[in-house]
């Protein structure tokens, strides 16, 4: 399994008592962005594209601190841009880990081998190495030659130093299933903890935007990949099966955004991982505030693809646990990968989508020059706004280049 007993305890613990307290809404992982710099420029991915005032901001330690104990979920996922270029990331590590929370550092492995002594194996620490593929198709999702096998040799030295590791694979519709079967093969005879993988996200901002996947071709995508694995009971999915089930087209979620509630430098995203439609000061004012029923499949144009983990693990977790015999068959029995599929969410009342990121940039970047006028106004580059045709949505995505 690629979920250890102490953590799938712990959180099994957590939601019971949830469930029992009649929450409505509750986080089950924080995903932390403390900042969005990176050293890769991956052509799927919408996270890197500010000028560079927004790029040099990070999220404190002691805000990454406020942004747990706010929020309380059990399970902290930290991403970026690159986790490991923060320098205060060890004692953000360690805070976590004090507060008896289990600990995702996600990282495209280039100075894992560098700074892997700033930190201690632990059961509740896991290295999520960020893998697409084979060594062609990592290479290629990462625009760079040698990542796959830096990151390979990342994986067999942290394991080496008794760390639990794991992979992240994001998926394209250039994706194989004979070959991502193959690959997920090899990873595990790797003696991997994990496998987390999900469809890629259309990130308005991502410069390549022929590459994502629709809801069908997803569906067909994962069949294709898990009637190759045992219904998916070949490889350590660190996924709940019922997550693996809906991708594989035999549920229809509405996605849970609330589930895995995002903080980045901007403050508390709204609604999701995935879009930024806005931002909360605090967790309680995203929680509160957040008009919930205008986001997901069938409600937002932005939502019509999505079927990424962070927006619905947390449904198909809750699935599992108000329908456990279900959850047992398919636990017991495999993922089915033959047959009709679910009827999916009716698109046709969607409302269209918003293009804002623009806003939310200039308003970040007038905060940063306020705190700090003299360097700003000194050395501050000039932000030229544009809009480009094509992306998600007919009107085309808004396109911001930092000019010095
Ligand atoms: S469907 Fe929309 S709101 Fe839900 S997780 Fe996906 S992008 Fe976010």
């Not at 005032?53 to 970026?80: F, H, K, W």
């Not at 790797?190 to 469809?199: A, D, E, R």
């Not at 995002?262 to 967790?283: D, H, N």
Request: with cysteine.
């Amino acid at each position: 399994m690629g979920i250890p007993m102490l953590q799938a305890a712990r959180i099994g613990a957590y939601l019971m008592k949830q469930q029992l307290s009649g929450r409505k809404r509750y986080p089950l992982v924080l995903m932390l962005e403390p900042l969005f710099r990176c050293n890769l420029a991956c052509a799927g991915c919408g996270k890197i594209d500010y000028p560079n005032e927004i790029l040099n901001q990070r999220l404190s330690y002691e805000q990454c601190m406020e942004a747990i104990d706010e929020c309380g979920a059990p399970v902290v996922s930290i991403a970026g841009g690159e986790p490991l270029l923060h320098k205060d990331m060890p004692r953000i590590v360690q805070g976590y880990l004090e507060r008896k929370k289990f600990v995702i550092l996600c990282t495209n492995a280039l100075l894992l081998a560098k700074k892997i002594d700033d930190y201690k194996p632990s059961p509740a620490f896991t290295w999520s190495i960020h893998l697409d593929g084979d060594q062609i198709m990592h290479d290629k999702s990462v625009c760079q030659d040698g990542v796959y096998e830096k990151a390979v040799e990342a994986i067999k030295l942290a394991k080496s130093k008794g760390f639990q590791v794991s992979i992240n694979c994001t998926l394209f519709n250039d994706a194989d299933p004979e070959r991502t079967a193959r690959f997920f093969d090899e990873v595990t005879a790797m003696g991997l903890n994990g496998i987390t993988v999900s469809p890629g996200y259309a990130y308005e901002r991502a410069p390549d935007q022929q590459h994502f996947l629709n809801r069908t071709k997803t569906k067909e995508l994962f069949r294709g990949i898990l009637s190759r694995g045992r219904g998916g009971k070949a490889w350590p999915f660190t996924q709940s099966r019922m997550f693996l089930n809906f991708l594989a087209g035999n549920e229809a979620y509405k996605c849970t955004p609330w589930g895995n509630p995002t903080r980045t430098v901007f403050g508390w995203q709204k609604p999701c991982y995935l879009l930024g439609e806005g931002y909360a000061k605090t967790f309680k004012e995203l929680m509160d505030d957040t008009e919930w029923d205008k986001y997901g499949v069938g409600n937002y144009e932005k939502c019509a693809d999505c079927m990424v983990h962070s927006g619905f693990e947390a449904s198909a977790v809750k699935h599992m646990i108000t329908n456990p015999i279900k959850a047992l068959k398919v636990q017991v029995g495999g993922i089915r990968t033959t047959g009709a599929m679910a009827k999916d969410i009716s698109l046709d009342n969607q409302r269209p989508a918003d293009y804002v990121f623009s806003g939310h940039v200039e308003k970040k970047l007038a905060e940063i020059r306020a705190t700090a006028p003299a360097k700003g106004a000194k050395h501050g580059p000039r932000v030229k706004i544009t809009r480009s045709p094509g992306g998600a949505g007919e009107a085309g995505p808004e396109s911001i280049v930092a000019a010095e």
